[in-house]
């Protein structure tokens, strides 16, 4: 079973879904409608993982762009290489390409649709 949970606050959540599913291939567990038909709240899994998201509040600014290291998630995946080049095909911004890290990893970070930094990587506990 699944204990932690990361959640994420979007501009557009249904486009940041579609993205996700493209780029970083997540794919879509559960995705909750508001009476007006946007997203409430949706479940992408990727593996065993699983994110939460939503729409940014009404009243929050836009959202502040991370610095290239400020990392928001990490995600292991199997063939790191191949993940990489599937989220920049998808037009996903690297701002760290793939490289070896001196604990065995090899590990890439990339910026999503709303300037969220994510990291993948090889290494697994």
């Given at each position: 079973?699944?204990?932690?949970?990361?959640?994420?606050?979007?501009?557009?959540?249904?486009?940041?879904?579609?993205?996700?599913?493209?780029?970083?291939?997540?794919?879509?567990?559960?995705?909750?409608?508001?009476?007006?038909?946007?997203?409430?709240?949706?479940?992408?899994?990727?593996?065993?993982?699983?994110?939460?998201?939503?729409?940014?509040?009404?009243?929050?600014?836009?959202?502040?762009?991370?610095?290239?290291?400020?990392?928001?998630?990490?995600?292991?995946?199997?063939?790191?290489?191949?993940?990489?080049?599937?989220?920049?095909?998808?037009?996903?911004?690297?701002?760290?390409?793939?490289?070896?890290?001196?604990?065995?990893?090899?590990?890439?970070?990339?910026?999503?649709?709303?300037g969220n930094v994510w990291s993948f990587g090889t290494y697994r506990i």
């Amino acid at each position: 079973m699944r204990t932690v949970y990361p959640v994420l606050r979007y501009t557009d959540p249904r486009s940041a879904i579609e993205w996700l599913r493209a780029a970083f291939g997540f794919t879509a567990h559960a995705v909750h409608e508001a009476p007006d038909g946007t997203v409430a709240h949706a479940e992408l899994v990727f593996g065993t993982g699983m994110i939460m998201l939503g729409p940014r509040p009404a009243a929050a600014s836009a959202p502040v762009r991370a610095a290239d290291d400020d990392y928001v998630v990490y995600v292991a995946v199997d063939d790191l290489d191949a993940h990489h080049d599937r989220a920049r095909a998808a037009g996903a911004e690297i701002v760290r390409p793939p490289f070896d890290t001196d604990y065995g990893s090899r590990d890439y970070a990339a910026r999503d649709l709303d300037g969220n930094v994510w990291s993948f990587g090889t290494y697994r506990i």
